[in-house]
């Protein structure tokens, strides 16, 4: 009879846990939204949409650029513009870190003008972005960090009424290690030069896509930046249910609200820009006539792997879930290809190679993700032989 008592009492207790009722956006004002803390610049955007105020974010990029970085306009030369793209792909990102650090020792690593990233893809960004100087950084986040580095389970109160199975605070605390004010002030920097570090989280209240300027938040000068800037990496790396969602607070129709966001891979696995874009006009009226470049790190397989599943429900269920995110990002990978296509923009692929053998015995094996990262550092050295298609496109 004892034991029955508590257990009831821990039923209760962990329901109480749950958390309060939260305050969503009414549809009505889902466009109108803003970020509460971040004045009257934009900080993000839907990213299946080209945002109303697209042709100024060029404009004032390309000022930034003539004023920051001229020589990159110097003699009348078409320009160079390279786009870095990192998708999601959890530990597989072991993979992408491993090839940027390859390129970086290879001396042809270009420098990237926008770097966008999804989930693990959104972690390995801002490294990116700041340059080589923080690929040991990022070899030892996808080296050195196992599963308790990332997540502490609690299966039983995500069950019983939860917002997840595993907390995300101990990855919470490695990205604060890394964002700290002096990282913000480094971005900072590099965004007023023209640069553009763009992340991508999922609104799941709106089911879209929203890509946020991490470069805005940085130099926006407002004390809830820094925390904006982190609650957003960890919302892009939050898979649903297993990670408890990111909560923005927003202002809409003279009330305060809360949005929800979580893993950016849950829309797409990767991404440049909301497709609509198109570039020669918007070239067209400031005068300038770029060569661009899009370089994307598939941060996972493309071709199908067998490997025996167990007839247990979670088993089936994880296995299905891995074959339609592989079928999601492939996709992707398509969608891309034509807008680069239709922009005049070259297509550059890479992907972990398909006889690369998934040996992890955890979420996130250190042993796995260091062969991993190795296998993508040698690749990046010798010159990774980048794909200029899509896959089963004309090419292996």
Not at 215 to 220: D, H, L, V
Request: aromatic share 10%; charged share 20%; proline share 8%.
């Amino acid at each position: 009879m004892g034991r029955a008592w508590w257990s009831a009492l821990l039923v209760l207790a962990l329901a109480a846990c749950a958390g309060l009722p939260r305050s969503p956006v009414p549809q009505a004002f889902e466009t109108e939204a803003q970020v509460i803390g971040m004045g009257p610049t934009p900080v993000r955007f839907w990213g299946d949409e080209l945002p109303p105020h697209a042709d100024a974010y060029v404009k004032k990029k390309w000022a930034q650029t003539r004023a920051n970085r001229p020589e990159l306009l110097a003699g009348g030369r078409r320009p160079n513009i390279n786009f870095l793209a990192i998708s999601g792909g959890g530990s597989d990102g072991a993979f992408g870190a491993g090839l940027i650090g390859g390129w970086t020792a290879s001396g042809k690593r270009p420098d990237f003008d926008v770097v966008t990233g999804v989930s693990t893809g959104a972690l390995t960004a801002p490294f990116a972005f700041l340059g080589p100087k923080y690929d040991e950084a990022m070899k030892h986040v996808y080296t050195q960090t196992s599963t308790k580095d990332v997540a502490l389970m609690r299966p039983v109160r995500g069950l019983l009424g939860g917002d997840s199975l595993a907390s995300n605070a101990p990855l919470a605390k490695v990205i604060a290690h890394y964002v700290d004010e002096n990282f913000m002030q480094e971005v900072a920097a590099e965004h007023n030069k023209g640069r553009r570090l763009l992340i991508g989280t999922t609104n799941l209240d709106a089911e879209r896509p929203v890509v946020w300027d991490m470069g805005e938040i940085a130099s926006s000068g407002h004390p809830e930046s820094l925390q904006l800037f982190r609650t957003v990496l960890l919302a892009s790396a939050a898979i649903p249910a297993v990670f408890p969602p990111g909560f923005v607070k927003v202002a809409a129709n003279g009330a305060v609200y809360d949005e929800m966001h979580v893993d950016g891979g849950a829309t797409r696995q990767v991404f440049l820009m909301p497709t609509q874009f198109m570039a020669k006009p918007i070239d067209h009226s400031i005068g300038v006539n770029p060569v661009r470049r899009a370089y994307i790190i598939r941060n996972g397989r493309v071709t199908p792997s067998y490997k025996p599943v167990k007839d247990k429900t979670l088993s089936i269920a994880g296995r299905a879930v891995s074959s339609l995110i592989k079928s999601q990002g492939v996709g992707d990978l398509y969608e891309l290809y034509e807008f680069t296509k239709r922009n005049g923009i070259e297509y550059k692929l890479a992907y972990i190679p398909g006889d690369f053998a998934d040996t992890s015995t955890s979420s996130f094996d250190p042993a796995y993700m260091t062969a991993l990262y190795d296998l993508g550092y040698k690749m990046g050295q010798a010159g990774y032989p980048w794909k200029t298609t899509p896959p089963r496109l004309g090419q292996p």
